[in-house]
């Protein structure tokens, strides 16, 4: 059976194809198409299959990561959405929360919320905090309700009654009421997307929902379309948020769960290679044609989070915990009006693409800063496949850069690449030192087009001793794919105090979400020895406002002992205190219900017969204001060996990304293919 794994990112469409007779993998890349992500997967999937010599019949499997919900948002190109709401709380939405993290700075505006007020209708009803009924649904003000959202012409409904996490059977009426009179519009519930308490954030994150569903249904229709054209059987899988995968018609329901649809692969990627590698502390370090994604994986376990903002819109969903900046090959270099050099966040994108790509682009970009210093062979893009033009990267840097700010062209190009770096490093000093762990007990595993490009410098920067890249890192998300398993959320809110008695009413609920999820992997066929579950307890001292999640797998009605300790310990970890004597609340339980799919097979790496026999050219390369031009050799990754070290500097080429190695650091590559950079202090 061939299983193939894709990454649509905002540049380039990545692709992996794994034979399982054998376990061949083939990788390729083509640029992305963003009028339709679906037409690059088509065109990409066409190639690879032809020059893999697969039919279409031949393909069991097909996951795939994507950003168009993400887009949708950042674009606010989603449906004309409509909201019902109980009687008095429409105005939750724009209100929000007290926090503002721009306070002094007058020119950050919220942004305007996605559903305006005339949209934002109001029902008679009202759920106490108790779950029970304060006020009954008044049919005739649902109605009503309704109506004028059809009026308004929505193409999508969101349905946030308060309290209805506890009881949802007002909002199944208002969502029965919905597809009765509005027949053929989107709704989209909270009780089912979100039932956890905190008004705001499950109102945002339905809202959300609804803004995003009609366009990604039509995007799923039509990539499923594509696939189904050129003979693929296998019904295709979407990852989700969290690192695992669910149906189309799950995406379809919840596409609010793709948020970090593409990178949540790479950081599942690089935790599988990273524990096969020895190295199971790591900091991802995903560098894109148009951002840099960043994650923390402790002990071969990614790190997660419940809220992240979404275009400047709360969402709260189990996701894997990324931090992603404005900065990628693609991300714009310019002199500002107080002639400074800024780098990002706006990205040329596919396109037009950075200069040096010949589509039009005419402003300076990393991409056209790096065949500057030579840090890229204009020759090799792809492989081979993608002309690039140095001679206009030059001109750009100079003419837009190193003139206005009276410097060489090596400066500038330079000037870009520390900004960049700069900017990179803060993200992951946000992901590792600013929540209590050392840096240096990390490694560094770069990927992404560009992530080998730059992780030599950036690890510098950072002071981590070690940089892991896999093979074909400009693949890796894609590659993930192949990692990851099914799998499916499921959360209830249980308030009250932490004692033996609530302890059991708590392992109860969690029961109950377990049969939840058995019953949706009974629907997805998946065996009971393939089958696992995580359990998670949000909890914090009384008094709190916010919550630590707490692992309680494993324990039973007599481990409550066990459950404090571990909360402790969570909570030390979290803030860096914790209060043995202080009463504890519970909160939130939350389930990740397991699928086990079949993982790439552990293959030995073989590579060259010597270094020597591995270079394939020197060039020119600029290193620093100290070194600055110094000859390098360039080597092609495949033909290196396993064990002897390569000394830099050096430029590794391969189809899918280019790895600098600097003056006094080592690389060499290991029994399964990575590439281990040892930087110096």
């Known amino acids: 059976m061939i299983r193939i794994g894709i990454d649509v990112g905002g540049t380039f469409t990545d692709f992996i194809l794994m034979d399982e007779a054998d376990g061949a993998i083939r990788f390729y890349k083509v640029p992305s198409t963003p009028g339709d992500p679906s037409e690059a997967i088509e065109n990409g999937l066409r190639q690879l299959m032809d020059l893999a010599g697969v039919a279409g019949k031949d393909v069991g499997y097909l996951g795939h990561g994507t950003t168009v919900a993400t ?80 009026e ?70 039509e990539f499923r379309r594509r696939v189904a054209s050129l003979g693929i059987p296998a019904e295709p899988y979407t990852i989700h948020s969290n690192g695992g995968l669910m149906s189309v ?7 609010v769960r793709t948020c970090v649809s593409g990178p949540a692969a790479g950081v599942v990627g690089a935790a599988a290679i990273g524990t096969l590698a020895g190295l199971p502390d790591l900091i991802t370090f995903d560098v894109g044609g148009t951002s840099t994604d960043v994650s923390l ?86 492989g081979g496949r993608m002309s690039v033009d140095l001679a206009a990267a030059r001109r750009v840097i100079a003419d837009t850069i190193a003139t206005p700010l009276g410097l060489s062209v090596e400066a500038a190009a330079h000037g870009v690449i520390q900004i960049a770096n700069a900017n990179m490093s803060r993200a992951i000093r946000a992901v590792s030192i600013e929540r209590g762990y050392a ?15 730059h992780a030599a410098e950036v690890a510098v920067e950072c002071g981590i001793p070690t940089v892991l890249i896999p093979i074909e890192p400009g693949t890796l998300c894609a590659r993930g794919m192949l990692h990851t398993d099914l799998s499916s959320d499921y959360v209830r809110s249980c308030f009250g105090d932490a004692d033996p008695s609530s302890w059991r009413g708590v392992l109860d609920m969690l029961a109950a979400l377990s049969r939840e999820g058995d019953a949706w992997l009974d629907r997805e066929g998946i065996a009971g020895e393939r089958r696992s579950e995580r359990r998670i307890l949000d909890a914090r001292y009384r008094g709190q406002n916010f919550e ?65 026999g591995a270079k394939i050219g020197e060039r020119r390369v600029y290193i620093d204001a100290r070194h600055g031009w110094r000859m390098a050799g360039v080597y092609q990754r495949e033909l290196l060996p396993v064990g002897p070290p390569l000394e830099g500097p050096a430029i590794v080429n391969e189809m899918s990304s280019t790895t600098v190695v600097l003056p006094g650091q080592r690389l060499t590559v290991d029994a399964h293919g990575n590439m281990i950079l040892q930087v110096a202090p």
């Open 548 to 612: 630590v999640k707490v692992d309680c797998s494993g324990l039973g009605a007599d481990d409550f002992d066990e459950l404090v300790r571990r909360f402790h310990a969570a909570h030390d970890r979290e803030y860096g205190y914790f209060i043995a004597d202080r009463a504890i609340e519970f909160v939130t339980c939350r389930l990740q219900a397991v699928g086990e799919v079949p993982k790439p097979p552990v293959r030995l790496h073989h590579g060259g017969a010597s270094v020597d």
């Open 71 to 150: 887009n949708i948002v950042i674009e606010r190109r989603g449906a004309r959405t409509g909201l019902l709401t109980t009687k008095g709380f429409r105005d939750v939405l724009e209100l929000g929360r007290q926090a503002r993290p721009s306070i002094y700075d007058y020119r950050v505006r919220k942004p305007a919320p996605l559903v305006p007020r005339e949209r934002r209708q109001e029902v008679t009803e009202r759920i106490g905090p108790e779950g029970t009924a304060l006020i009954a649904l008044d049919p005739a003000s649902l109605d009503a309700a309704v109506l004028k959202l059809k």
């Open 152 to 221: 308004e012409k929505v193409e999508a409904v969101a349905i946030c009654f308060l309290h209805s996490y506890l009881a949802p059977e007002h909002e199944e009426t208002a969502r029965a009421a919905v597809e009765r009179l509005l027949p053929g519009v989107y709704v989209s519930v909270s009780s089912r997307i979100l039932p956890e308490f905190r008004e705001f954030e499950r109102m945002s994150t339905t809202v959300v929902n609804a803004f995003t569903g009609p366009r990604m249904g039509r995007y799923l229709d």
């Open 439 to 453: 840096i240096s007990d990390f490694a560094l595993a770069a990927f992404g087009g560009a992530g080998p490009l």
């Open 249 to 255: 018609e799950t995406a379809r329901e919840c596409p």
């Open 297 to 382: 994986i402790h002990e071969g376990r990614p790190l997660f989070t419940g809220n992240r903002l979404v275009a400047g819109y709360p969402v709260k969903t189990p996701m894997i915990d990324i931090h992603v900046i404005g900065a990628g090959g693609g991300s714009i270099a310019a002199v500002d009006a107080a002639g400074a050099l800024k780098v990002g966040p706006r990205s040329a994108g596919a396109s037009p693409g950075p200069v040096a790509y010949g589509q039009g682009g005419t402003e300076a970009t990393i991409t056209d800063a790096n065949l500057t210093l030579g840090r890229l062979d204009p020759d090799k893009f792809l």
